[in-house]
């Protein structure tokens, strides 16, 4: 009878659930620059050795961690634009009412203005399957010509959750319902002058 693996070929689920969350409380307590491997290991609970199996350094540990958090599946197909947009704005804004997350936004941006490695991580991580969820967005209300199919998808992709990010982790103010609404409504006749 075979044994199952042990050691570095296996990742206990709690373990790596232990380290996600302690990554999350270590840069809403301190941001991106007071973060260290061992201020992570105490936190989660389990010896350095244990991130290092996961991850090789604390760029890549961090830059995983907020790329899982920010990036959820992408929203079902609607059978229009404005009902897409909704969906997408939905997600987004769920993820900014989340505890500290604006803060911790906030914080890697600015870092990320810094320093080149970080910026390049959170692009990987972030920016480009966020913007990918996003263009599919674009490139289904184009298919339905809802969209110019020679709109300028750059602008497009920088229009689409602008207006909540800077409302919530720029201005910090809370997002109401009636918000989305007027969003959404903005965005789709922003996206249509594109």
């Known amino acids: 009878m075979s044994r199952p693996p042990a050691g570095a070929a296996v990742h206990r689920a709690d373990v790596t659930e232990a380290i996600r969350a302690a990554v999350l409380q270590e840069l809403a307590t301190g941001g991106y620059a007071r973060v260290s491997m061992e201020a992570v290991a105490r936190r989660a609970g389990v010896g350095k050795a244990a991130i290092y199996r996961r991850w090789p350094s604390k760029l890549a540990l961090i830059g995983d961690v907020i790329g899982d958090v920010l990036v959820q599946p992408g929203p079902p197909t609607g059978h229009d634009l404005q009902t897409d947009l909704r969906s997408l704005m939905e997600s987004f804004a769920g993820l900014l009412a989340t505890p500290d997350l604006p803060a911790i936004m906030a914080d890697l941006a600015s870092e990320a203005l810094r320093n080149g490695d970080l910026s390049e991580r959170i692009t990987a991580t972030v920016g480009t399957p966020f913007g990918q969820r996003t263009l599919e967005v674009v490139d289904r209300a184009v298919a339905r010509g809802e969209l110019s199919a020679d709109l300028h998808r750059e602008a497009a992709l920088d229009l689409t959750v602008s207006c ?16 989305l609404d007027r969003f959404v409504a903005t965005v789709t006749a922003g996206l249509k002058a594109l």
């Open 164 to 179: 909540l990010y800077w409302r919530v982790v720029v201005r910090r103010s809370t997002l109401e319902p009636a918000d």
